[in-house]
């Protein structure tokens, strides 16, 4: 009964946390050696993982007492464990593969679920519709199209549907591979002779996902092949799922039949995310790494950082410069985390750098940003650099003036301020600054 117990815990806080916590390696290090009226008497090998359990005993404690519905103590001693007596190896036949190998050959990552997938306005649309295909593939929406910036979670989205239909039948042919690798293996299989091999891969498939599926534009033979293995596919009752950057109408150099055959299910935008779902994907990161953060510091994490593949560098940044000092993050770690970035920023980027950004952006050059041309081609670049000039580098509207060679520091005050009223007003034009900026060092 005790190693059932204990194997049933396991699997249910593996299934809810996945593997990635260091508690879990911990977990796996324990074994149970009694059930007393007490409560539950844990063993390990060794004192290192005794004293580590140990600090973390009243959540395992919580844990333990919430799966088996009445409360538990938990104690650990060092025991070595009893040596099982030598069973037969099993017949090669029924070797069944873990669920973590059925996930990696079918290309999909452990930490992208619809558990940890947090959902707010600029989502819920798309969130909707792959739960809806992950439930009755191939008839919901088929293809189901998902499109927008980076970071915004359509890989995610896309990994969560094929992860649903493997949990529920382990053999079914699911894949989910990149629009780059899809196009290479093409490439191969031409230099070895084993195309049937490769339609073979590609064509009997239950769930096919396409990630970046605009990079397969403009090349002829990739199209060509795709346009049959989405036939196939979709003909045999399988679903077909594809991301991109940008909706199909926008896809240059796509041909017209892909073109509408990706326009024939379901196209979902995905929004940046807004401030309310940044500060979930903190608290999601946190919970998932066991890090303690409160709701209020996570919304500090959330305002500084609009980038939400940077949410969790930024979370485990201030968590390094925390561990061993304090249990949880606090309002004057992150505060000084992100001061420090600030000056760091300052010391790293020169007006220079900013303005050959802006000028690289907006493909204008250098010599007409600081020229005289008052055409809006130009002046509204010119007005972008003066912004970033002042909030990037604090610069004073006289010394942004004399770089750019304007009489009147007015002017700087003028462009400035017509830049700060955009970037509120315009979501769109925020991004596109976004990118100006990222493309800086402006890096811890």
Known sequence: MLPSLWSGFLNSFKKVNGETPVIVSILKQLYPVELTEGGLVLGCENAGVKMYTER????????????????????IVVQPKKQKAAQPPAPLFSFQPSMDDVF??????????????????????????????????????????LYGGVGVGKTHLAQSVARVVLEKNPNANVLFCPGDRFTNELIESFQDKSTAR????????????IDDIQFIAGKLAVQEEFFHTFNTVVSSGGQIILTSD?????????EDRLRSRFSGGLIVDIQAPDFELRTAIVLIKAREKEIGLSIEAAKVIAEQVSDTRALEGAL???????????????????????????????????????????????????????????????????QIVMFLLRRELGLKYEEIALMLKKKDHTTVLHGSDKIGALLIKNPAFKDELDRITNSLSLSP
């Open 198 to 209: 490769f339609r073979k891969k590609y064509r009997n498939l239950s769930v096919l996902a």
């Open 316 to 382: 485990l940044s201030i968590y390094a410069k925390t561990l061993g000092k304090e249990e949880a993050i606090g309002l004057d770690d992150i505060e000084g985390f992100f001061q420090q970035k600030d000056e760091r920023k300052k010391q790293r980027v020169s007006p220079h750098d900013i303005i050959r950004a802006v000028c690289s952006y907006y493909n204008v050059r250098q010599s007409q940003i600081k020229g005289p041309d008052r055409a809006e081609r130009l002046s509204f670049p010119r």
């Open 56 to 75: 973390k005993i009243k959540e395992l404690e919580g844990l333990l007492s919430l799966h088996l519905k009445s409360k538990t103590r938990v104690s």
């Open 104 to 145: 990696a050959r079918a290309g999909l990552h452990t930490k992208y679920r619809f558990e940890n997938f947090a959902v707010s306005s600029t989502n819920n649309v798309a969130f909707a519709a792959a739960q809806a295909v992950a439930k009755n593939i191939g008839v919901s929406y088929n293809p189901l199209f």
């Open 246 to 254: 940008r909706p199909p109408h926008e896809i240059k150099n796509l």
